[in-house]
């Protein structure tokens, strides 16, 4: 195991020199390949997914019409009604899919492209594969726990010697850096304690640029020469050995994928959030993932990480550039991941989604805050995207799924405007049309419609678990339909939560307001009722105002607000409560909400839930200036290699500074401290002047 690999730094990917006017180049040469076989099913698929959305959205859209008091002539009925026309066709659309998901999940479907398909496929020795996980200030025992873990799995495997493994650090704390030095050097040794020669690579970027899609450009000018494959992490990523020698042979098999991606299972939190979010996960999300692999086939989604990728065309052609303008939407590329598979994708080459694979696993956000801290960064990032839409080449189901991603965020303010709009026509009622409207047929029909079109992706989710017969794995048929209702109960309750967040959110996006870019904590941790009232407080306090307000004027439109309005009174205890991990805890314990990981854990996740506890039982790690000196030059000289900076007048230079620091550590900014766990020598010589020693040369 090595520190750093061979380095390449001539082969750059083409979004670092493109032109800032342009946020890529037009690929030279474009696949000529004759359509392959599943092309033909797919555009019929996707007409019958046109066709049943348009069916329902406007059937529903007839019946809104029909009951609106003023006979649909009122601008703001008018308004009312074209919302509720886009929004249904959003949920539809959601509902069908997962009725496809349904239908797959009992039937199978021919051709889509399954783990079995890698069956007899041998590796050859030149198909090798790089597993990199990009970190940046990440919780250090859950980033090595998991990789830990994964790379035992993978030397259990038989195939270690043809995957190589990187972390790529963009770390800017100092103390969290030298955590990750450190961590980084004791998971090598206990590898190699346990008879694993894996090579495991650490790199640190000392220019942080482009965040995560810089990271992995900056990996692949590097060393990308060297691998036919890499396969992407996240920090919280765990995945077993035989699913990373699977996806390496699928690979192998289809010449013309670009990239697979594997549907990884959440699972790791205990905190009553993420159980609901893990169990609404496995029963229901499993149906959207299948149902989204039916239409898509060969130009599935790219989630950024759990994938493998054919290293050589992702550099020549997914280089990512800047989106021309001013403004929140224009600049660098944020979320990434949509639009290097669509770039893929238009280079003639295929992504998959592989629905089936075992073993590729995450971590949900531990809590309410977390998530919505999450959906902050990604909202910014798929608006816009939206400006990418009409992109010449793009296949049209990408320009698709670029529309579906904005989409998922402005939805909320539309169905904000939507009860608005309600709340306004109630208002303008007379006493004696609310009642009428209320016991209308149309209303009941309407309303039925719009539960079913929610309610029925969770009630198939069920339905498949029990036809499957695999209810034991979520603690039994009474523990599947209890928890299936407690999630959907506390997913009504976030939904207008989530709705009043989001909304800000887009509105920041196209306003320009300060967008954090961090990541959500992977750690969990209950959240204080402080901190709940900072972040909920004053929005609750306009909804009581608004709720007031109305019901001075108009009783009855009340009844309009309240199915959002509680919800939103409500927020600071419900996410207090949803947070707890020991509430969780005792959910588990009774077998509410468990998950298949829970009720039989794979050997991967055993060793990383092991591991994650036996080092969060450790002494927490002083800084990184004070701690331990000569471990840290030892560990920076493998990180990085020996760097000769004593000499000349810089070295002088440095000699000086060290015995200023000797004096006073704490004097070194952050930024002057990870300039020195880049340089051995630097760390040499502050120790040997605290100490009073001699200062080498």
Known sequence: MKAVGPRHTGQGLRGDTAPADAPWRESAARSA?????????????????LFWVLSATLLSAGLLWSIQPSAGTNVVE?????????????????????VMGFWVTLKGDRHTLSAQDAEGVTLPADARTAVIMPICNEDVTTVFAGLRATCESLTASGAQRLFDVFVLSDTNRPEVRAAELRAWQTMREQLAAGGSDIRVYYRWRQLRTRRKAGNVADFCRRWGRDYRYMVVMDADSVMSGDTLVTLARLMEKNPRAGILQTAPRACGHATLHARAQQFASR????????????????EAHYWGHNAIIRVEPFMKHCGLGTLPGTGALAGEI????????????RAGYEVWLVGDLEGSYEQQPPHLLAELQRDRRWCQGNLQNARLIAEPGLKGVHRAMLATGAMSYVSAPLWLAYVVLGAGIWMNSNDDTVPTLLTHRSVITLWITTGLMLALPRVLGVWAVLRRGEQAAFGGTVQLIASSVLEALMSAIQAPIRMAAHSLFVIGGLTGWTL?????????????????????????????????AVSSVSPATTL?????????????????????GALGQRLRDAGWLTIPEEARSPAVLRQAWHYAQLYANLPALATALLSDLPRLASLAMKAVGPRHTGQGLRGEARRQRMLQLSRN?????AAEQLHFLNEPHSLRLLHAATAGQAMPR
């Open 33 to 49: 390949a004759a359509p392959a076989a599943w092309e033909a099913a797919a555009k019929t698929r996707r007409r019958w997914l």
């Open 283 to 298: 029963v229901t999300g499993r149906l959207f993932t299948l149902g989204m692999q039916f239409w898509q086939l060969g």
């Open 334 to 345: 944020l979320s990434h991941d949509f639009v290097e598979a669509a770039l893929m994708r």
């Open 560 to 580: 309009w607000l309240l199915p959002m309005g509680l919800p939103l009174l409500f927020s600071v205890p419900f996410t207090v409560l949803s947070s707890q």
């Open 516 to 548: 954090e870019w961090k990541s959500p904590p992977r750690e969990a941790s209950d959240v204080s009722w402080t901190e709940a009232l900072r972040r909920f407080g004053p929005l609750t306090a306009v909804v009581a105002v608004a709720l007031v």
């Open 665 to 669: 550590a704490q004097d070194a900014a």
């Open 78 to 98: 008018l308004a009312q009604v074209a919302l509720f026309t886009l929004l249904f066709a959003w949920v539809a659309a959601g509902a069908i899919t997962a």
